[in-house]
């Protein structure tokens, strides 16, 4: 409880200093391997306890609601700077993590589309991820807030996707454009063939809903050559490049103008 309490003090302490931060992760289209953009992931450095990891201090932000100012600030953030990388000559997407106490309410919408305005990004630039959890909490309200978040042009994706207990039926019913298959069906693929079997269904899913599969934490060679034996269309993973801070951003930007694929063996600076 005195833990619980002091954290809370800290966060809202957090949140007057601007102590929160966005580390950037790229993301890959598998077919080809290049680049198609980056999602933006919080991180809050800590006047003592040095960067802390989002694991830690979102569920509190949520429960506090604390999360609706910091997920405006998170929106803000990474559309003026996806915006700018655009502007620089990287056609970069931005995926943006949305919680759900801030689909809880219509001034979701107003974020995003101030973020968007402010920032000048077009709106099929921005991806919003939404976790399977999310989507299920609230189902009438929630989907209704996304038809609208879609008609502002934005992209919807399910992030977490098979962790969570929606029903096919319910994935009809939002406007999703892309399943981010849950690390946990990534990792440790190739070693068993139940794994290989869930693979083949999620991404034959999405095909025949016309749905972009996405695979998250790719780690390993062998299961990045499954996933694009399977057609998967896109991925992420510290194969290819873990979180990014903002100065590595753009040198990870720079290389693919200039053609070199990073590997993770060039260990960019994570956060
Ligand atoms: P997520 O949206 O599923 O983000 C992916 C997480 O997986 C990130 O952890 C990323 O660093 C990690 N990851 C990516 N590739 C690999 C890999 O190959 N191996 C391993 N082991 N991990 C990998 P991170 O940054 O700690 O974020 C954790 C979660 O916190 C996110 O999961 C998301 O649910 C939440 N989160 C992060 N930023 C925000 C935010 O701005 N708002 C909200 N509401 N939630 C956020
Ligand atoms: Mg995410
Ligand atoms: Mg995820």
């Known amino acids: 409880m005195q833990h619980r309490m002091e954290l809370e003090m800290d966060l809202r302490e957090a949140l007057e200093k601007d102590e929160?931060?966005?580390?950037?992760?790229?993301?890959?289209?598998?077919?080809?391997?290049?680049?198609?953009?980056?999602?933006?992931?919080?991180?809050?450095?800590?006047p003592v306890r040095g960067v802390v990891q989002p694991n830690d201090f979102i569920p509190l932000l949520e429960e506090t609601g604390l999360i609706t100012e910091v997920g405006r600030g998170v929106l803000r953030e990474a559309c003026s700077q996806g915006a700018s990388c655009r502007q620089a000559g990287y056609p970069i997407a931005i995926a943006v993590n949305v919680s759900a106490r801030q689909l809880d309410s219509d001034q979701i919408l107003a974020d995003i589309e101030g973020?968007?305005?402010?920032?000048?990004?077009?709106?099929?630039?921005?991806?919003?991820?939404?976790?399977?959890t999310t989507l299920m909490r609230n189902i009438e309200e929630t989907s209704r807030r996304l038809a609208q978040v879609k008609q502002l042009g934005v992209r919807i994706a399910i992030d977490d996707f098979g962790t969570g207990y929606s029903s096919i039926a319910h994935l009809q019913r939002f406007p999703v454009d892309a399943l981010k298959?849950?690390?946990?069906?990534?990792?440790g693929l190739a070693h068993n063939r139940e794994?290989?079997?869930?693979?083949?269904?999620?991404?034959?899913?999405?095909?025949?809903?016309?749905?972009?599969?996405?695979?998250?934490?790719i780690e390993q060679q062998h299961e990045l050559s499954l996933l694009r034996d399977e057609d998967c269309d896109s991925g992420q993973g510290f194969l290819f490049a873990r979180p990014l801070d903002v100065p590595a951003?753009?040198?990870?930007?720079?290389?693919?103008?200039?053609?070199?694929?990073?590997?993770?063996?060039?260990?960019?600076?994570?956060?």
């Open 20 to 46: 929160f931060f966005l580390a950037y992760q790229p993301t890959f289209d598998l077919s080809d391997m290049t680049p198609t953009g980056v999602e933006a992931l919080i991180r809050w450095r800590h």
């Open 115 to 132: 973020a968007l305005c402010d920032s000048g990004l077009d709106p099929e630039a921005l991806t919003i991820e939404i976790t399977e």
């Open 181 to 187: 298959i849950d690390r946990s069906f990534i990792t």
């Open 195 to 217: 794994g290989e079997t869930l693979i083949h269904t999620l991404v034959q899913l999405g095909k025949a809903l016309s749905i972009e599969t996405f695979a998250e934490g």
């Open 249 to 271: 951003t753009e040198t990870f930007l720079q290389n693919w103008a200039d053609n070199i694929t990073p590997t993770s063996t060039q260990a960019p600076q994570h956060t």
